[in-house]
């Protein structure tokens, strides 16, 4: 008889982990989902509300950089398979608060679950998620797109701890034959995500009728994905992934920042006066782009959510619960500490 799928997520209360653990519990109905998170401030219980009391899904709270809590919950819960999306993952903090918690988390973090998969037989896979901004900046007008084989070029210690931790998975494989896969993505939308980051962000701004502040000339280009796009993604690595591989995942979807402020001014019936243009953030990266051949052709994975549907979906959804961002403010504070920074630094008008 095949034995159970036991799925340990690390990270699954926050923006993507929340999206994936709903999705792989009804993906997989036979499969058991443990949960470790910190519950740091964009860690949010609420956003698993609908999945809480499922039998079939566990909550632990624990610090992944606390090696003995992490090897307590391998122990009792026995996993056959890995993912982990814990990680401080907000640029802006790792450049203004520092880079301590980073280090913490993304690189120790990442150590100390390699270490517990190496010594705990029966993990078939172990999926780390990644980021693209390991890549460093691709520069605008150029067609060039980041492969897996592009080197690491970090230029923020958000994307240097990144880099750390995926290059530990590639030595444990190498090394110990740890069944690891890395993934690269690129920056996803969609519900439930912390409203310090861009889209959450802006549409925040605009409920509460100020303006939207926007970094240097507005042209950087990131690529965009909904978030249920990569989980399905994720979820191929775990269950179909070449254990030492990576895998890059983009919806070819280029967008700069000032067109993503142009679509929420325009929900939200406003003009681009509304912008205000700040200073630059350091180490600032240009542009990026995926190209996601091999994980299309290796497994088979398709994007297929049309972004200006989901993007307004995205939207309603911020607009339609409220008291979810009541309750994520309540908790946490200011959304965006580092917003008076800004103030004072205009550098261009519109
Ligand atoms: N958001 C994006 O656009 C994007 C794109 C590519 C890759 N990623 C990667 O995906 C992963 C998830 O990103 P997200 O946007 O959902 O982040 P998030 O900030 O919304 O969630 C991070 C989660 O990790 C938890 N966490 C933080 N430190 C922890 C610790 N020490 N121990 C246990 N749990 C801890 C938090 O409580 C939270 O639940 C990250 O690894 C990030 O690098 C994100």
Redesign the pocket.
């Known amino acids: 008889m095949k034995s159970t799928v036991k799925i340990l997520v ?2 699954g ?5 929340s999206n994936f653990v709903r999705y792989v519990l009804k993906r997989h109905p036979g499969c058991r989902v443990a949960n ?5 401030y ?2 949010n219980l609420d956003n698993l509300k609908d999945v809480a009391r499922d039998r079939r899904y566990q909550f632990v709270r ?4 606390d090696k003995t809590a992490v090897d307590a919950t391998f122990k009792k819960f026995r996993p056959t398979h890995v993912i982990n ?5 907000h640029v802006d903090r790792s450049i203004h608060v520092g880079a301590k918690e980073f280090i ?2 993304n690189v120790a ?1 990442v150590f100390n679950i390699l270490e517990a998969v190496k010594s705990m037989p029966g993990v078939e896979k172990y999926v780390q ?4 901004e390991v890549y460093g900046s691709l520069s605008l007008g150029s067609r060039s797109e980041f492969k897996e084989t592009t080197a690491f070029a970090p230029n923020v210690p958000y994307a240097a701890t ?1 880099a750390g931790g995926d290059m530990l998975c590639r030595s444990y494989h190498n090394t110990f034959g740890v069944p690891v896969v890395v993934t690269h ?4 939308y969609g519900p439930y ?2 409203p310090e ?1 861009l889209i959450p962000f802006f549409v925040l701004r605009m409920i509460e009728g100020k303006k939207l502040p926007m970094y240097g000339d507005g042209k950087n280009v990131r690529d965009w994905i909904y978030v249920l796009d990569h989980c399905e993604a994720l979820r191929l690595c775990l269950f179909r992934g070449k254990a030492g591989e990576v895998y890059n995942i983009g919806a070819d979807n280029e967008m700069s920042n000032l067109e993503i402020a142009d679509l929420i001014l325009r929900m939200f019936k406003r003009d681009r006066s509304w912008i205000e243009f700040v200073k630059d953030r350091p180490g600032h990266d240009r542009r990026y782009a995926i190209d996601a051949s091999k994980i299309k052709k290796e497994l088979g994975w398709r994007p297929t959510t049309h972004f200006r549907e989901a993007f307004s979906a995205t939207i309603r959804w911020y607009l339609d619960n409220r008291e979810w961002i009541d309750r994520v403010r309540k908790r946490t504070g200011v959304f965006n500490p580092h917003i008076d920074l800004w103030k004072g630094h205009r550098t261009m008008s519109k």
């Open positions: 690390f990270g209360a926050g923006f993507i982990g470790f998170d910190k519950l740091t964009s860690g624990g610090d992944v950089a999306f814990a990680a401080e993952t913490s988390t973090g998620v990644s980021t693209d990144k993505c690129s920056n996803n995500q912390y980051k």
